[in-house]
Every structure is written in structure tokens, then in C-alpha cells.
């Protein structure tokens, strides 16, 4: 069974030189919930540090979202990276749409998300290392409360390192 490579409390608990260090040139990175709440659109200085530390560490950053509103571009040309909205994850196109827009291969990507059914299945089906964080809101959607029960199940009593 699939599980995400690491688990983590947020993403700025991420760092560029431990993904270097495992060949990584693209991150991947989920919106709602891993960035940024699902109902909140304004992105902290801390995130935008964030995003610069990882380029500067030689990284690319892509936001991939399952959101179909224009939410997803807004925030993408806000922080300066690629994305590609109306994702269907964890179906593979979406992810192949990434890797080509940033001109990299699976092995060398990993994705980074808040949900297990979608980010951490998607990189696992293309063979991507993936890290999970903790969702930043409790709230969310009908279905993805319904599927968050069953991660606790697949996740048991694994918990989120402070950093990677």
C-alpha cells in the first residue's frame, strides 16, 4: 500500500537542500489546505519566503489543484510559478502536465499535498516521492471529511516530523 514518503507538520517545513539531496528539481505542491485554506486567498510573506528558498535551492515549484474556480490561477501569478487547475487527482494527466511544463521527469519531482486519495496517490501511481502535511483548516468539503477518516486509517499512528 502506498504511503506518503514523509509527513510533515506544514510546508515551510520543507527545505530545498534535503530534496536536493534526493535528486529533486520540482515540487509538485497542492493549494487548498496545504498552502492555503480553502476559504482564504491572501498569501503570507512567510509563504512567498518559502517558495523563494526552494527555487533558490534549484527547485521548481508547479501548484497543481482539483479546483476548477480561477482561484488557482490568482494564486499561482501571486507567488510566480506554474500550475494547472481542474487536476482530477489522483489521476496521472494532470501531474504528466507538470512534470512537462517544467521539463522534468517523475524520479527527479515529488508532490506535496494534504490529502492521501489525492496528492500522495497521484505521485505514488507516476512513481514520485511524496510528502504529506497536515491540513491548515479543520473544515473542508463533505467527501474530503468522509475520505480524511479513512487516511487516519492508513496512516494509523504515524505522526508528522518537524522537518525534512
Known sequence: MAIPTYYVNSV????????????????????????LPRDKDFIH?????????IQEGGIQVCLVSN?????????AEQIGI????????????????????CRTWPWHAVVVGDQFFTDVLGGTLLGMMTIMVLPLAEHDL?????????????????EPVTSI
Open 45 to 53: 510573506e512567510e509563504l512567498l519566503a518559502w517558495v523563494r528558498s
Open 12 to 35: 515551510l517545513h520543507i527545505h530545498p537542500q534535503r530534496l536536493a539531496h534526493h535528486g529533486k528539481t520540482l515540487i509538485i505542491l497542492d493549494l487548498d489546505n496545504t498552502i
Open 82 to 101: 506554474p500550475f494547472v487547475d481542474k487536476a482530477i487527482k489522483p489521476l496521472p494527466p494532470a501531474f504528466l502536465l507538470a512534470l512537462i511544463k
Open 142 to 158: 463533505k467527501h474530503t471529511l468522509m475520505l480524511r477518516h479513512v487516511e487516519k486509517l492508513v496512516m494509523g499512528d504515524r
Open 67 to 75: 479546483s476548477w474556480f480561477n482561484r488557482v490561477n490568482t494564486v
